[in-house]
């Protein structure tokens, strides 16, 4: 029978490194190559379960965590979460445009510290449209990164990420949903994910779109030409959670909320392995 997961061995080693780092040509195969194995063992391993969760998930502790897993338009994949804290983090990177693409609970990192090999596992990945990858811990309060053989963990991460070009961060709770307005967005931009625009709904918002500035939310809801401004208000709803605009999703949405256009971008993402 197949196996239900894939292994691979991604060697986080620096080949573009500052002058006074830089590795002796003799533990090169050869110019711009992986750094010779036995010379240059590799500082961590990652396991990739099968389809990022989609088939397994990736969460293995104990059963007093609530779990869940929710459908995803922006991945393809269903994501798995865990607690209070990471469904509403799951939600935000679905519907927020400046994230290309994410992953929650992608893979398990194998790594040593002082000397012990401890396996950690992030609370997920994401691509932002700067292109910048973050590793993330997703944490209620620093209360829960307290403990010393805890931090000593994440440090370790941050420097083995911090080697591939990944910025690794702890996310807290606060920072997710800062306040009242920000689980109003989330909430309503959320429910308009799997909508559907007609071929005229999807034009006008094109060409806002095209122009590449800035417009506001009732300049848009006065081309969609709507009688109900409600209907104009639903269209942009799912034009935004969809990824055609951005907005402050922490803060009141007003006529004068400002969107944000997000140039469509092709090609793999750089966080599929």
Known sequence: MASKRKIAQVRFVRERVEEQQRPSP??????????????????????ILE??????????????HARGRQRSRKTGLTQVFEGKC?????????????????????????????GKRRTYRPDAI???FDGRIQLIEVKR???DIEDAGYDD????????VRQCGWHFTVIYHRQIVPNEHSIENIETLYGRVFGELTAQEI???????TEGKCISWADLRNRLGKT?????????????????????????RTDDVLLHPIATRAGLSTIRF
């Open 26 to 47: 003799s533990r090169l195969r050869r110019k711009g190559a992986h750094t010779n194995r036995k010379a240059h063992p590799p500082s961590a391993k990652i396991e």
């Open 51 to 64: 389809q990022g969760g989609h088939r397994r998930p990736v969460i293995t502790r104990g059963g007093g």
């Open 86 to 114: 990471e469904p509403w983090f799951a939600m935000r990177n679905e519907i927020d445009a400046q994230v290309l693409d994410y992953q929650c609970h992608p893979f398990r990192m194998h790594l040593v510290v002082s």
């Open 126 to 128: 994401r691509l932002l």
């Open 141 to 143: 309060t620093e209360r």
């Open 153 to 160: 963990v994440l440090k370790q991460v941050g420097e083995i």
């Open 203 to 209: 034009h006008v918002c094109r060409a806002a779109q």
């Open 228 to 252: 109900d401004p409600r209907d104009g208000d639903a269209i942009i709803e799912t034009a935004a959670a969809q990824g055609m605009f951005s907005f402050d999703l922490d803060i009141k």
